[in-house]
């Protein structure tokens, strides 16, 4: 079975920092796109930032861009999410998600993703 575990959530003051693993398993990581979306009450989930299979290609949504970093380590099928520059804004519930067939690039990330784990909450207190 797929399996995606977010974790290091949690309640920070504006400017500070988080970061945010995912941990997989039960899949070829390797051949998955990743990707970390976020869910603030009554508004959409909308794709926070995402890696693309094989060649690691990178999207970032503007409003994190520059404050947001998404990286992987291979060995052990991990997914990570560095948080700087923290607002209220960004207080959501994180989650990471994967999915085999989807490509991404700068510039594009879907909305759907196959595979969708729980999430982790993040607070930014002003």
């Known amino acids: 079975d797929v399996q995606l575990q977010a974790s290091g959530g949690g309640l920070v003051r504006a400017g500070g920092s988080l970061r945010l693993s995912c941990a997989t398993s039960?899949?070829?990581?390797?051949?998955?796109?990743i990707a970390w979306f976020r869910q603030a009450p009554g508004k959409q989930r909308q794709p926070v930032s995402c890696?693309?299979?094989?060649?690691?290609?990178?999207f970032y949504r503007d409003s994190v861009k520059g404050r947001f970093t998404i990286s992987n380590d291979n060995a052990k099928s991990t997914v990570f999410l560095q948080m700087d520059s923290l607002t209220p804004e960004d207080t959501a519930v994180y989650y990471c998600a994967a999915d085999p067939y989807i490509s991404v690039d700068s510039t594009w990330c879907p909305y759907e993703f196959e595979f969708r784990g729980q999430g982790t909450q993040v607070t930014v207190s002003s």
């Open positions: 039960g899949f070829a990581f390797g051949k998955y796109t």
């Open positions: 890696i693309n299979k094989g060649d690691s290609r990178t």
